[in-house]
């Protein structure tokens, strides 16, 4: 089945910086690969998605690219604010046989310090 | 429903009780799974229901985790003689059906096992 690998576990920057999560998948056929952001008692939230035909989609402050070649895909924070401040979870949804469901990262703790 | 609503929020219980937990899906979204979340982990997979087809029980970790979907909506997670490690998060996510990429979440059930 898909693996995916998050890194890293936890990331500090300062107001106004970029930040920067990568994730490795294994499944070469996997087609779709959302970002989910989880704050503190709730669930997470999807945030930005992209689909296999594309190698990069921006929205706002923050950008996802893929490489399919390489089997990696990273989201892009720019101008980061104390708001952003939570857990972020990288996906894939794999396409052999895997139905719809998705495989998740282990998650990044991202801080934002004033 | 406007989200994905799930209940209790929170449960305790005592090791070796059943419990039940609760997911209301999205009116009108086919698709349901539901996913474990353990204190510093990613999200494990639990089980997967698309409309009236069979369930993908792949990621159910023992035979004493179960779960049901009545009348293509609400799904009940009920895991029987409950162990310690059975402690963490169970969260549920519907999506509008099997093709459709994006999940939206609930914000799940903590339950712990003293």
């Known amino acids: 089945g898909e693996n995916v690998e998050q890194h890293p576990s936890t990331l500090s920057v300062q107001e106004g910086d970029s930040a920067v999560i990568k994730c490795t998948y294994s499944?070469?056929?996997?087609?779709?690969f959302p970002w989910y952001k989880q704050e503190l008692g709730k669930g997470p939230q999807l945030i930005i998605d992209?689909?296999?035909?594309?190698g990069e989609k921006k929205d706002q402050r923050i950008a996802v690219t893929l490489n399919k070649t390489a089997k990696h895909f990273s989201l892009h924070i720019t101008e980061t604010q104390p708001e952003d401040s939570a857990v972020y979870f990288c996906?894939?949804?794999?396409?052999?046989?895997?139905?719809?469901?998705?495989?998740f990262g282990t998650g990044t703790q991202l801080k934002v310090e004033l | 429903g406007a989200g994905v609503s799930q209940s209790p929020s929170n449960k305790v219980t005592e090791k070796g009780k059943d419990v039940e937990l609760r997911c209301d899906p999205i009116?009108?979204?086919?698709?349901l799974y539901w996913y474990r979340q353990s204190l510093g982990q990613g999200l494990e997979f639990l089980i997967y229901?698309?409309?009236?087809?069979?369930?993908?029980k792949s990621g159910l970790p023992s035979d004493r985790f179960s779960a049901e979907r009545t009348g293509g909506s609400v799904s009940t997670l009920t895991i029987q003689r409950t162990q310690q490690e059975d402690s963490a998060v169970y969260l549920c996510?519907?999506?509008?059906?099997?093709?459709?990429?994006?999940?939206?979440f609930g914000s799940g059930t903590r339950l712990t096992v003293v």
């Open positions: 499944d070469s056929a996997s087609n779709y």
């Open positions: 996906a894939a949804r794999g396409g052999t046989g895997g139905g719809n469901k998705l495989t």
């Open positions: 009116s009108g979204h086919t698709a």
């Open positions: 996510a519907s999506s509008l059906n099997r093709a459709s990429y994006g999940y939206t």
């Open positions: 229901f698309q409309g009236n087809s069979a369930p993908d």
């Open positions: 992209i689909r296999s035909n594309v």
